[in-house]
Nanobody, 115 residues
Framework: QVHLDESGGGLVPAGGSLRLSCVASGSTHNIYAVGWYRQAPGKERDLVATVNTGAVTNYADSVKGRFTIFRDNAGTTIYLQMDNLKPEDTAVYYC?????????WGQGTQVTVSS
């Protein structure tokens, strides 16, 4: 079992920055990829960024050049640095972690960008 705990969301004006954190606990040695997704009201949950154990990253086109995903040295905290935020980035942001057998999700953290 893996437990994910997100934090760092909030209200920020357009052009501002936020850093989201996701702390993984439990059987973290089984994790081979982690990521951030987001869900705006009335929309599906979409990929924001992922990183695997080989440090290979993948970003949604809408956030390339503005968001950065990275992990701490222990690999148990996953960050999403968000710069130059736009109102369309407003959503609940979820952290996830993949093992060979299961996909785990955190509870989500709200990000609101005012225009």
């Amino acid at each position: 079992q893996v437990h994910l705990d997100e934090s760092g969301g909030g209200l920020v004006p357009a052009g501002g920055s936020l850093r989201l954190s996701c702390v993984a606990s439990g059987s973290t040695h089984n994790i081979y990829a982690v990521g951030w997704y987001r869900q705006a009201p009335g929309k599906e949950r979409d990929l924001v960024a992922t990183v695997n154990t080989g440090a290979v990253t993948n970003y949604a086109d809408s956030v390339k050049g503005r968001f950065t995903i990275f992990r701490d040295n222990a690999g148990t905290t996953i960050y999403l640095q968000m710069d130059n935020l736009k109102p369309e980035d407003t959503a609940v942001y979820y952290c996830n972690a993949r093992t060979a057998f299961q996909l785990y999700w955190g509870q989500g953290t709200q990000v609101t960008v005012s225009s």
